[in-house]
Nanobody
Framework: QVQLAESGGGVVQAGGSLRLSCVPTRRIYSINRMGWYLQVPVEQREVVAVGDVGGPITYADSVQGRFSLSRDGSKDAVTLQMSSLKPEDSGLYYC??????????????????WGQGTQVTVSS
């Protein structure tokens, strides 16, 4: 089973920046799709940024031009760089990775894993 470790959340003033990181806790074969989602109380989890590795990234209209989703292939880490933060960006951010695990082709299988969530609070 693949689990994800998230980090980088915290409290920041409006206009500030944060960098969220998401790393699988075990060795994986590949990451094929990556995404970050935001959940605020009494609301559904919504897409912040999502896309196939090596393909175009789709951003929520509210974060377009301010957030950037990328993958560090050397570390199997997926990061969300957040700039010009606004109070409405506050909430619990979840990472989702879809890929393959298993170094042997005979043991290879797909995984679809979610992180535990990291809190981002932007004060006005």
């Amino acid at each position: 089973q693949v689990q994800l470790a998230e980090s980088g959340g915290g409290v920041v003033q409006a206009g500030g920046s944060l960098r969220l990181s998401c790393v699988p806790t075990r060795r994986i074969y590949s990451i094929n799709r990556m995404g970050w989602y935001l959940q605020v109380p009494v609301e559904q989890r919504e897409v912040v940024a999502v896309g196939d590795v090596g393909g175009p990234i789709t951003y929520a209209d509210s974060v377009q031009g301010r957030f950037s989703l990328s993958r560090d292939g050397s570390k199997d880490a997926v990061t969300l760089q957040m700039s010009s933060l606004k109070p409405e960006d506050s909430g619990l951010y979840y990472c989702n990775l879809i890929g393959e695990v298993g170094m042997s082709v005979f043991a290879r299988r797909t995984f679809d894993a979610w992180g535990q969530g990291t809190q981002v609070t932007v004060s006005s």
